[in-house]
């Protein structure tokens, strides 16, 4: 079945450092990918997608490329702030049949200190 | 445009009590999904309503049920809780969902306690 592989947290950086999350995937076809972020005691909050191969997906400095011959799709920001402390999640969506169901990867917590 | 919104946000019960919990989806967005989030287990999918019919399911026990009205709410139902239980649900609600990418758009949750 579908899988989705992120790297555990926490990941503690200072403000302005650079971020990268790793994401990595397992599914049957071509399918849409997307990064998902949690703030506390919030629901989840779509920050990019990509739903092809190549396709580069950004949002508030935040970037992720839909690799499709490394199955990943790494979510990267030059600068990171404090106010971009929270839980990221890496999900898909397969394009075919059962497109409403979201498989997600464990989360990954991002601590973002002055 | 309003968000999803979920009733009620928090809620405590007893083992073997059942609970009910609802989602109003985005104005026009026809299709409901349901997810469970634990720490252990983190996010998984629990069913898709479609035009008040179940088009997608997870992984759970028959004790998991759900159901969407005409104004595509949905509600879903635990029955004869189990401490296991204790999770954030989450509802999520998009256009079409089905066969193609629609953009899913989530709720703030509803926090369950079985104590």
């Known amino acids: 079945g579908d899988s989705v592989t992120q790297m555990e947290g926490p990941v503690t950086l200072s403000e302005e450092a650079f971020l990268t999350i790793n994401c990595t995937y397992t599914a049957t076809g071509y399918p849409s990918l997307f990064w998902y972020v949690q703030y506390p005691g919030e629901g989840l909050q779509l920050l990019l997608k990509?739903?092809?191969?190549?396709d580069k997906g950004s949002n508030k400095g935040f970037e992720a490329t839909y690799r499709k011959e490394t199955t990943s799709f790494h979510l990267e920001k030059g600068s990171v702030q404090v106010s971009d402390s929270a839980v990221y999640f890496c999900?898909?969506?397969?394009?075919?049949?059962?497109?409403?169901?979201?498989?997600f990867g464990t989360g990954t917590r991002l601590q973002v200190t002055l | 445009k309003a968000g999803v919104t979920q009733t009620p946000r928090y809620l405590i019960k007893t083992r073997g009590q059942q609970v009910t919990l609802s989602c109003s989806p985005i104005?026009?967005?026809?299709?409901v999904s349901w997810y469970q989030q634990t720490p252990g287990q983190g996010l998984q999918f629990l069913f898709e309503y479609f035009s008040e019919t179940q088009r997608n399911k997870g992984n759970f026990p028959g004790r998991f049920s759900g159901r969407q009205f005409s104004n595509s709410r949905s509600e879903m139902n635990v029955s004869t809780l189990e401490l296991g239980d204790s999770a954030l649900y989450l509802c999520?609600?998009?256009?079409?969902?089905?066969?193609?990418?629609?953009?899913?758009?989530f709720g703030p949750g509803t926090r369950l306690t079985v104590l």
């Open positions: 999900a898909l969506s397969p394009n075919t049949g059962t497109a409403s169901k979201l498989t």
């Open positions: 990509a739903t092809k191969a190549d």
């Open positions: 104005s026009g967005h026809r299709s």
């Open positions: 999520a609600s998009s256009l079409t969902g089905g066969f193609s990418y629609n953009e899913q758009f």
